[in-house]
């Protein structure tokens, strides 16, 4: 049930851009996207809802393939503060009741 | 605006020994949640709570138990601690389940179980 994402870990240059990808093997209502910083409460980024809306927040954008069950976090023109872990979040279609499940984590380093 | 608070922050248990998390919000969100987060990994939901007087397994729930007798406050007991329940405590809560509702995070209780 726990979503896949990819890559695992990733280092950029300040300005670069970055793509985290984020699987899963059920159908789902909604993905979340959410930043960890060492240490700390993961904070929420955003909600991506079925209908394949996408969604920024300042230069972090988000999709959601609903056909495929995927969600692609876009960071761009990345800045120091972008450093972190960050976790997509799934709640399944049905069935599961009110569960959700976080995905594996990508580590993000952005050096100057 | 205290938000999602968690207490203790810190706390080492021995083996066997028994134990409250214990987690209170203030947004009046129906929905409340108990994450672990091991080492390097994400986070896995324990119980989760659509209302007072409800509340459901998650992923992981062996071991502990939960209760919800108020819309603030969701405590998890662990009762008989085991090495293998060392980890990062996160409690969470949103307004709502399906439909969209970002959860708000306390800080976490890091547990060390001896």
């Known amino acids: 049930q726990q979503p896949v994402q990819s890559p695992q870990a990733v280092i950029l240059r300040e300005g670069e851009d970055a793509v985290i990808n984020c699987s899963s093997s059920k159908a789902l209502y909604s993905v979340h996207w959410y930043r960890q910083k060492h240490g700390e409460a993961p904070v929420f980024l955003m909600i991506?809802?079925?209908?394949?809306e996408q969604k920024g927040h300042e230069k972090i954008s988000a999709s959601f393939n609903e056909k495929k069950q995927q969600s692609s976090l876009y960071l761009t023109a990345s800045q120091l503060s972008y450093s972190g872990t960050y976790f997509c979040g799934t709640e399944p279609r049905s069935g599961t009741g009110n569960q959700f499940y976080f995905g594996t984590g990508t580590s993000l380093t952005v050096i100057p | 605006n205290a938000g999602v608070t968690q207490t203790p922050k810190f706390r080492i248990l021995k083996i066997g020994q028994s134990m409250t998390l214990q987690c209170t919000q203030d947004?009046?969100?129906?929905?409340m949640y108990w994450y672990r987060q091991d080492p390097g990994m994400g986070l896995k939901l324990i119980y989760y709570s659509v209302g007072a007087g409800i509340t459901d397994k998650g992923e992981v729930p062996n071991g502990y138990n939960v209760s919800r007798s108020t819309t603030e406050d969701f405590p998890l007991r662990l009762e008989l601690a085991a090495p293998s329940q060392t980890s990062v405590y996160f409690c969470?809560?949103?307004?709502?389940?399906?439909?969209?509702?970002?959860?708000?995070f306390g800080d976490g209780t890091r547990l060390s179980i001896l």
């Open positions: 947004m009046n969100h129906n929905y």
């Open positions: 969470a809560s949103s307004y709502s389940g399906q439909g969209g509702q970002p959860q708000h």
């Open positions: 991506l809802l079925k209908g394949g």
